[in-house]
């Protein structure tokens, strides 16, 4: 939001972001453009003006959530060994995910374009933040050479958005994080 903008554009973008955070968190990223309007006290195209669009209002509600990851990436870059570290921060991330409705679909992909992974507001922090986490695994040989930040955010996103509906989505989005992690065949 420029700082130039006028001081009741202003009130109404934060009053729009702040309802829309509780409307995302209680409704997810299908949260009800209209019913942020009306909540905020303002109209649609207000709303629309500051957010031209759904992924632009997701990006804006979850960017402190996306800042504490990226510190969170950096914070563990030099910790315990590169398998663990990376592990830890993807369960973190599954965890950050299942909590924050609406953060998967603000990280997931939209394939606009070749370079689509740098034009995701959200993802691009995130990767820029875990890719010392990520290279340290595969220098150490625990990680799969060739695999990427992005591919692992799209693991998580499918992960957390299969499990959106499920009882318990926490457990079954951990599940399955164990499971992609440890493979499908037993340890022998």
Not at 36 to 44: E, K
Not at 83 to 104: D, I, M, P
Request: glycine share 8%; proline share 4%.
């Amino acid at each position: 939001m420029p700082e130039q903008q006028r001081s009741d554009a202003r009130r109404n973008y934060a009053r729009i972001l702040a309802v829309a955070e509780q409307e995302v968190a209680a409704h997810g990223a299908d949260a009800s453009l209209e019913q942020i309007a009306r909540t905020a006290g303002v109209g649609s195209a207000t709303v629309r003006r500051h957010f031209p669009s759904r992924r632009a209002l997701l990006e804006a509600v979850s960017r402190s959530r996306i800042a504490a990851l990226a510190d969170r990436a950096r914070e563990l870059a030099g910790a315990g060994d590169g398998r663990s570290a990376l592990l830890e921060w993807l369960g973190e991330l599954v965890a950050y995910c299942v909590a924050a409705r609406g953060l998967a679909a603000a990280l997931a992909y939209d394939g606009a374009g070749a370079d689509s992974v740098h034009e995701n507001a959200c993802s691009a922090p995130i990767e820029e933040a875990a890719e010392p986490l990520l290279r340290r695994a595969v220098q150490e040989g625990a990680v799969a050479e060739g695999t990427t930040v992005a591919d692992l955010i799209t693991l998580i996103v499918g992960i957390t958005l299969a499990t959106e509906q499920h009882p318990d989505p926490a457990e079954a989005a951990d599940r399955l994080f164990r499971m992609s992690v440890a493979g499908l065949s037993p340890a022998a």
